[in-house]
C-alpha cells in the first residue's frame, strides 16, 4: 500500500543559511579587527571611482584590499591595482550578486590580520545584492544624479537595508542635464529608512569626499576599540 | 535576476523535508513571500522544473504566496500591511504619521508546506 498524498508543514526560511554564515562571518571578523564593508550600486554610479578616492584617502592610516566582483571581467580589479591597493577578482560566472561563501572566497586570498577596511565591490545593480547579506558589517549604496531622483520608489529594498548612501556626481546639479531634486531623493529615501547616512559626494571633483571617508573612518576605528 | 540560487535552495529544503517525511513524490510547495522582495513567479517555476528533473519533486508546482509589507508606526505603534506601489504614499491610519513607519517585514522568502506522497 502506498502512502497518501498529505500536507507536510516545512516552515524554513530559504535565506537562513546564508544569514547564519554572514552572521558568522561578521562575529569572526570583529574579533580579527578587520573591518568589511559591502558597496552597491548599479553599473556605472562609480562604486570604482569612489574607492579610488577613498583608498587614496585612508592609504596613509589604514590597510585597506579590496574584493572586486564582476560578472565576467577583471577591468575594476585592475584599476584598483593600478592605485596601489591590493584588489581579489571573483567572476560571479553569471550570479547577480555575492553571497558569503563567494565572499569568503575573496577573503581566502587576503591576509585578514594585516588588514584595517576590506571593500566588497559587489555586482552592479540594485535589486540582487539587496536580498543576500554579504557578512559585511555596513552595507552602503551609490545612487549617482544621472540615475534620477527615483529610484527609491523602484528599488525600496535596497534604499531600506543601506546604513549609508552615497549620492554621487553632484557636480552634475550645476548643469542643465538634470532635473535631479536632492529634497525629493532624501525625502523618499527617509521614508524607508530614516536613520541612513547621506553623504553627496562629485568623485569627479572630490567635492563632499572628505565627509564620507571622515565617517567611514569614525566607523572603522570605533570597532578596533 | 536571482532566482536561480532562491530555487536551488527551494529545492534543496522541500527534498531534505521529503526524505525526513519518507515521501517519495512531491506535488505543490507552497513559499510565502515578502512584498519588498523581486521575484518573477514565472521565472522560478521555469528554473524550479529545469532543477527538479529527475528528483521526486520532478512536475510539482510552486504556490507562490504574496506576504506584503509590514510597517510599524513609531509614533503609535500601530501596525500596518502595505504593498511596494503604496509604501512611499502610506500614512498611519491611526495617527495620520507619514514618515518614521519602520519597516518590519517584506524581504522574506519562507517555505510554508507542501503536498507530498
Redesign the interface.
Known amino acids: 500500500m502506498?502512502?497518501?498524498?498529505?500536507?507536510?508543514?516545512?516552515?524554513?526560511?530559504?535565506?537562513a543559511?546564508n544569514d547564519a554564515l554572514a552572521q558568522g562571518l561578521r562575529d569572526e571578523l570583529r574579533q580579527r579587527r578587520t573591518f568589511l564593508i559591502n558597496l552597491m550600486s548599479s553599473p556605472g554610479a562609480g562604486k570604482t571611482s569612489l574607492l579610488l578616492q577613498t583608498t587614496a584617502a585612508l592609504k596613509n592610516s589604514l590597510r585597506m584590499a579590496v574584493i572586486e566582483a564582476d560578472i565576467d571581467s577583471t577591468v575594476d580589479a585592475q584599476t584598483i591595482v593600478s592605485s596601489g591597493i591590493e584588489a581579489v577578482q571573483l567572476q560571479t560566472d553569471g550570479?547577480?550578486?555575492l553571497?558569503v561563501q563567494m565572499v569568503r572566497q575573496g577573503l581566502a586570498s587576503l591576509d585578514i590580520d594585516a588588514l584595517d577596511l576590506i571593500f566588497i565591490e559587489n555586482v552592479g545593480?540594485l535589486?540582487?545584492p539587496a536580498?543576500?547579506d554579504t557578512g559585511a558589517e555596513l552595507d552602503v549604496m551609490i545612487l549617482s544624479v544621472p540615475e534620477g531622483d527615483d529610484k527609491?520608489?523602484k528599488y525600496?529594498?535596497m534604499f531600506?537595508?543601506c546604513d549609508a548612501l552615497i549620492v554621487n556626481k553632484i557636480d552634475y546639479l550645476e548643469t542643465p542635464l538634470t532635473n535631479f531634486s536632492m529634497d525629493a531623493m532624501e525625502n523618499?529615501v527617509?521614508?524607508?529608512n530614516?536613520g541612513i547616512q547621506i553623504f553627496p559626494v562629485s568623485c569627479r571633483t572630490g567635492e563632499g569626499i572628505r565627509e564620507w571617508v571622515g565617517w567611514l573612518a569614525g566607523k572603522v576605528a570605533a570597532e578596533k576599540v | 535576476m536571482h532566482e536561480l540560487p532562491v530555487t536551488e535552495k527551494i529545492l534543496d529544503i522541500a527534498l531534505k523535508h521529503a526524505a525526513a517525511n519518507g515521501a517519495t513524490k512531491i506535488y505543490s510547495i507552497t513559499l510565502r513571500v515578502g512584498g519588498l522582495t523581486d521575484l518573477e513567479d514565472k521565472w522560478l517555476q521555469h528554473y524550479f522544473d529545469y532543477l527538479s528533473r529527475d528528483t521526486i519533486a520532478d512536475g510539482a508546482k510552486l504556490i507562490i504566496i504574496n506576504a506584503g509589507i509590514r510597517l510599524r508606526c513609531s509614533a503609535c505603534k500601530t501596525i500596518i500591511e502595505t504593498t511596494k506601489e503604496n509604501l512611499q504614499d502610506q500614512k498611519c491610519p491611526h495617527c495620520n504619521a507619514t514618515h518614521d513607519l519602520t519597516i518590519l517585514s517584506g524581504r522574506e522568502y519562507f517555505i510554508e508546506e507542501m503536498m507530498a506522497q
Open positions: 502506498s502512502n497518501p498524498v498529505r500536507l507536510i508543514k516545512i516552515k524554513e526560511d530559504i535565506q543559511d550570479f547577480c550578486h553571497d545593480n535589486v540582487c536580498e543576500f527609491p520608489l525600496p529594498l531600506s537595508k523618499r527617509r521614508k524607508l530614516p
